[in-house]
């Protein structure tokens, strides 16, 4: 008789009919393990364990994981391709614990599916990864699918929090042109790095190629949207303080301010010391937080429109008196 009464609570507990704390862990669980698995990729290829194992699926010709031959880099690599079975089986159950509110919360479904399938597809581009020997397109091809996929995730994890319903913006509108401006500069700013980092001494194996660009050059050509994005953020900062707390506005933006600060901290230390492994690995894994804060940011753009009529107001009352 407890096993009979033990099924269905399980099964209410992964898939319920209404956000619970369970759908909420998952959605952190969706971001936390897709900005993770950034920084175990990137030790893989920060380590020279790129090639750790030879060949995809498979370690080896003739074994799935590694032998004691391959040493370090075998076991690194391993290990990393093992960590997506994990991202796999997050996906899964932060898709099953919405899935019934596909009716009420389509977005949900559609967000933690997609999340998903591009991991599946980042395993296999992984792969070719491998069979190319780590040519410097696919690998910055294999990044921006991870930074993609933390967007995603992110997407998902604020849409959890958020009130359903029809949306509407509810700031004014040089707030939220100000706002996707600051989107392209981020993405210009990460495109740039992935190109950086293809000419740059972490290539993932000694024999693998480089992209052939001027390090030095693109080091400066970095900096130009990353500041540009600087400036943009401390706009939008100082615009959110001048909106109602209830738009997750000032809070977002100062993560987004502060991971900023950070980032270009460590990208400062790390171009005058030399490029140290640790260093590269946090600028690497800050860079996809950095998507992550400006996702929320623009998804805290528009509110479900009994939350959105007060501040509606409060724009054309501003838009008449300017």
Same mark, same amino acid.
């Given at each position: 008789m407890s096993l009979v009464r033990t099924r269905p609570g399980l099964v209410a507990t992964i898939m319920p009919a209404a956000i619970t704390r369970w759908t909420r862990v998952m959605g952190w669980l969706l971001v936390?393990?897709?900005i993770g698995i950034v920084g175990t990729g990137g030790l893989v290829r920060l380590t020279g364990s790129g090639m750790g194992c030879e060949t995809w699926p498979y370690c080896t010709e003739g074994s799935l994981t590694p032998t004691p031959e391959m040493g370090i880099h075998g076991l690194i690599e391993f290990g990393n391709r093992t960590l997506t079975g994990v991202? %796999?089986? *997050?996906a899964l159950l932060a898709f099953l614990s919405v899935i019934r509110l596909r009716a009420t919360r389509r977005?949900?479904?559609?967000?933690?599916?997609?999340?998903?399938?591009?991991i599946i597809v980042q395993a296999v581009v992984g792969g070719i990864t491998v069979w190319l020997h780590l040519h410097p397109s696919i690998v910055g091809l294999h990044y921006l699918i991870s930074a993609a996929l933390v967007a995603l995730a992110t997407a998902f994890l604020v849409r959890v929090y958020a009130t359903p319903g029809p949306r509407v913006r509810i700031v004014p509108r040089a707030y939220?042109?100000?706002?996707?401006v600051?989107?392209?500069?981020?993405?210009?700013? %990460?495109? *740039?790095?992935?190109?950086?980092?293809?000419?740059?001494?972490?290539a993932g194996d000694d024999a693998a190629a480089r992209n052939g660009l001027d390090p030095i050059f693109w080091q400066h050509v970095h900096s130009w949207p990353a500041y540009i994005t600087l400036v943009l953020t401390l706009v939008l900062v100082a615009g959110a303080v001048r909106l109602p707390?209830?738009?997750?506005l000032q809070r977002w933006t100062g993560l987004l301010l502060g991971i900023e600060l950070l980032q270009i901290a460590v990208g400062l230390w790390q171009a005058r010391t030399g490029l140290p492994i640790?260093?590269?690995n946090i600028h690497m894994v800050l860079a996809v937080a950095l998507v992550a804060a400006m996702v929320a940011v623009v998804m805290s753009l528009k509110a479900p429109l009994a939350n959105a009529a007060p501040a509606a107001e409060r724009e054309v009352a501003h838009t008449e008196a300017s």
């Open positions: 936390i393990t897709n991202l %796999v089986i *997050v977005e949900l479904p559609v967000l933690s599916f997609l999340v998903g399938l591009g939220a042109i100000t706002t996707h600051t989107t392209l500069a981020v993405t210009v700013t %990460v495109v *740039v790095g992935i190109l950086l980092t293809g000419a740059g001494p972490h707390r209830t738009t997750g640790a260093l590269v």
